[in-house]
């Protein structure tokens, strides 16, 4: 079979685009993206994991599956299976790409490979179909799609659903996983702010002022913000900048990670 797509696959595809710009967290997302695809091509069973960095090298976390339950995934996350030959060189692309095994291993290699005698054999699974989603020139992501080996290899078609819809997968993980560090920033900064209001006695606008500060907010977004006026807010500013002993915004985000890290 070639890899033309029928407008019906185009409909659902469009309809999948959608649901994965409307994700509103990283668990949401990859829940979305997981069904869509099995709804696009029945697979044996799917997962999706978030990728991190992890002294020097790429962990796996957060595993989402649908279809057949996925054992061992433990022994999967816990036993560097990333360093094993079968994954060798994956975590160097600076781009998305999406590929099916069959395509890049030999049978041969793929069978005599301890990942899959110990992970993928146990559980009837033999083909399989990824994505390597890149954000930025960073791996975030992996999605990966399986087949029973009496249910054939995963066919052109498939690859090309898969080679289309991985892009914006990749940018909206990469956008939301931003964005969740941003907030965990934004908690650490506000109970830094709590702890500075305390021993400095800053005032409760004060707070909020040196929070919007250190969030990179410049005058004119923070008086919108707080519904004050420019000189309202230089002066709150003057006062939280006299009572913590800096000059400007580059000393007072300083201090800030200062206090974050004796903190941590």
């Not at 997302?29 to 069904?35: I, K, Q, S």
């Not at 250190?214 to 004119?220: A, C, E, K, L």
Request: proline share 3%.
């Amino acid at each position: 079979m070639d890899g033309r797509l029928l407008e019906r696959d185009w409909q659902f595809m469009l309809d999948a685009v959608y649901r994965i710009n409307s994700a509103t967290s990283v668990d949401s997302l990859e829940r979305e993206v997981l069904e869509c695809l099995d709804a696009l091509m029945p697979c044996t069973q799917g997962t999706f994991f978030v990728a991190e960095e992890e002294e020097g090298r790429i962990v796996f976390r957060r595993p989402v599956v649908v279809g057949q339950e996925a054992r061992y995934m433990d022994e999967f996350l816990n036993n560097n299976y990333d360093r094993d030959p079968y994954f060798r060189g994956m975590g160097l692309m600076h781009q998305t790409e999406t590929f099916s095994d069959s395509d890049l291993l030999p049978e041969r290699y793929r069978e005599n490979s301890k990942l899959y005698k110990e992970i993928y054999e146990p559980q009837g699974i033999y083909y399989p179909l990824r994505s390597y989603l890149v954000y930025r020139h960073k791996l975030v992501g992996n999605i990966s799609l399986f087949n029973a080996k009496e249910h054939g290899d995963f066919e052109l078609r498939d690859v090309t659903i898969l080679t289309l819809l991985a892009p914006h997968v990749a940018l909206k993980l990469g956008d939301l996983l931003e964005k969740e560090q941003q907030t965990r920033g934004c908690a650490r900064s506000g109970d830094v702010a709590s702890r500075l209001m305390v021993k400095y006695g800053l005032t409760s606008r004060e707070r909020e002022v040196v929070l919007l500060i250190v969030s990179g907010r410049d005058d004119r977004e923070i008086a919108d913000s707080l519904c004050i006026s420019l000189s309202t807010l230089r002066k709150h500013t003057y006062n939280a900048y006299k009572k913590l002993d800096v000059n400007n915004r580059t000393q007072l985000c300083a201090l800030i990670n200062a206090t974050s890290a004796h903190i941590l």
